[in-house]
């Protein structure tokens, strides 16, 4: 359900999402440590600090209060105050508050008459010191913030302990910006934590290729396990280049089924995102049906405008199957249009097979219902063991893309017996050729 977030998270979020107002939080830290050590100075010179002066530490120490009683409220106190810090946190900023409002009371009549406690609630303010901790916190916000920043819109890797610009395209295969290092660690991943990352998901398990021309960092760092292959930015890899890439890291992949590769340029993206594609193609992680898609879908852009060619209405004549091992009678093909099954037969009923030469199976299909758009169809048979889909093979095609009411499909296009290990059962000269008619 979409609904617009509540009115004070704009309140909260806008300002504490927004880079100055996390400086502007540091920089009123510092100014407070520094009056303190002011007041502190004058006091041992007797040099009278005036009110207006003190008034300011108890003012920043409010505005840090309400910053955290706006988070406790947003966050909900049971995740706010389980981290550690943000207990002691609180815990600083209320006692240096309350610390402070007493010091300003020693300015009134009534307080002035016991100066012995002067000192005491003097040097007590100087518990602001251990509020260290809440500026490394501010600088752990900060450095999250820009990176969060510099990723943009990007998928983040934000579980475990582990914040970083790192995604998983497959279960094998990660893509993430440029592990750094000093101050671009700020506002790119950590070199550090990416491999902790690694060492911790994947030990022993992964390859880290580096796409960059322009930078590079101690390939010790991750073992060893490192390829560099040098890209300049904003520019493609040579067609050689991607071949190596790729054999080499199926090779790698193929070794252990635990081997991953973890692929990266400098922002993660257009380098990044071209080897992934490459990959992907190389190690058929995409059926062959998704293929053929891709197929129709550039046909949609460059041919039809961005438009859906017009409906076609096709009938399934025949079906032509090559160099199918088992027996033909037993064959099921069943028809699916809108994810719903719209004919099935058998050689009992609305088809008749017969084998036309010892190396095909000719089905003739009785009644087929008229088919539109997108079709799948799939086929049974007890002798054949079963893949993707619960079928030993099927496949899909689209009927405003059939040419000369002809669809000839062979092995590597038939999702299942593409697959190297169905291959004992299906040689290479298996395929299936549809034939069409119009009504």
């Known amino acids: 359900v979409n609904e617009n977030p509540p009115l004070y998270l704009y309140f909260y979020l806008l300002p504490c999402l927004c880079i100055y107002f996390r400086i502007f939080g540091v920089c009123l830290l510092l100014l407070n440590v520094g009056l303190i050590f002011a007041d502190l100075i004058f ?3 007797k040099i009278y600090m005036p009110l ?20 406790v409220f947003v966050d909900g106190r049971q995740h706010y105050f389980s981290g550690l810090c943000n207990i002691l946190d609180i815990a600083i900023i209320v006692i240096t508050l309350l610390t402070d409002v007493i010091y300003i009371f020693f300015d009134f009549k009534f307080l002035s008459d016991i100066p012995r406690w002067t000192p005491v ?11 260290i901790v809440h500026l490394v916190h501010q600088k752990r916000q900060l450095e999250k913030l820009i990176r969060r920043l510099v990723s943009e819109n990007k998928r983040r890797y934000v579980r475990n302990g582990f914040d970083l610009d790192l995604t998983y395209v497959t279960e094998r295969i990660i893509a993430m910006s440029f592990p750094s290092s000093g101050r671009r660690s700020y506002y790119r991943n950590p070199i550090e934590e990416v491999v902790r990352f690694l060492d911790k998901k994947h030990p022993n398990h992964y390859r880290v290729y580096n796409l960059c021309s322009e930078r590079a960092y ?5 073992h060893n396990r490192v390829s560099r292959i040098l890209i300049d930015d904003h520019n493609v890899p040579t067609l050689h280049e991607m071949v190596v890439f790729s054999k080499e ?36 992680t995409f059926l062959t049906a998704k293929n053929r898609y891709v197929g129709y879908f550039a046909q949609v852009k460059y041919h039809y405008n961005w438009n859906v060619p017009p409906e076609r209405i096709l009938f399934i004549k025949r079906f032509i199957i090559y160099s199918l091992h088992g027996d033909e009678n037993d064959l099921k093909v069943q028809i ?3 994810k719903s099954v719209v004919f099935s037969c058998t050689s009992l009923k609305n088809c008749v097979i017969h084998d036309a030469e010892t190396d095909r199976v000719i089905i003739d299909v009785l009644n087929c219902p008229p088919l539109y758009d997108d079709v799948k169809v799939q086929f049974f048979s007890s002798e054949l063991p079963k893949y993707y889909d619960n079928c030993p093979f099927f496949f899909w095609f689209h009927t405003s893309f059939i040419q000369d009411n002809r669809l000839y499909l062979p092995r590597n296009e038939l999702d299942n017996p593409h697959k190297p290990k169905t ?6 000269e298996f395929a299936v050729e549809i034939i069409f008619e119009e009504k």
């Not at 609630?121 to 509020?131: A, E, F, Y």
């Open 218 to 222: 101690d390939p010790k760092h991750f």
């Open 52 to 71: 207006e002066y003190r008034c300011i530490s108890p003012s920043i120490a409010i505005f840090f209060l309400m910053d955290i009683l706006l988070r």
């Open 249 to 284: 890291a199926s090779e790698w992949m193929a070794q252990d089924p635990e081997n991953i590769i973890a692929i990266h340029c400098k922002g993660g993206k257009g380098r990044t995102g071209t080897m992934v594609c490459a990959c992907l193609i190389a190690s058929e």
């Open 121 to 131: 609630v003097r040097h007590l303010r100087l518990i602001i010191l251990t509020r």
């Open 423 to 428: 291959w004992k059962i299906y040689p290479p």
């Open 43 to 45: 006091a041992e010179k």
């Open 336 to 338: 699916v249009m809108e």
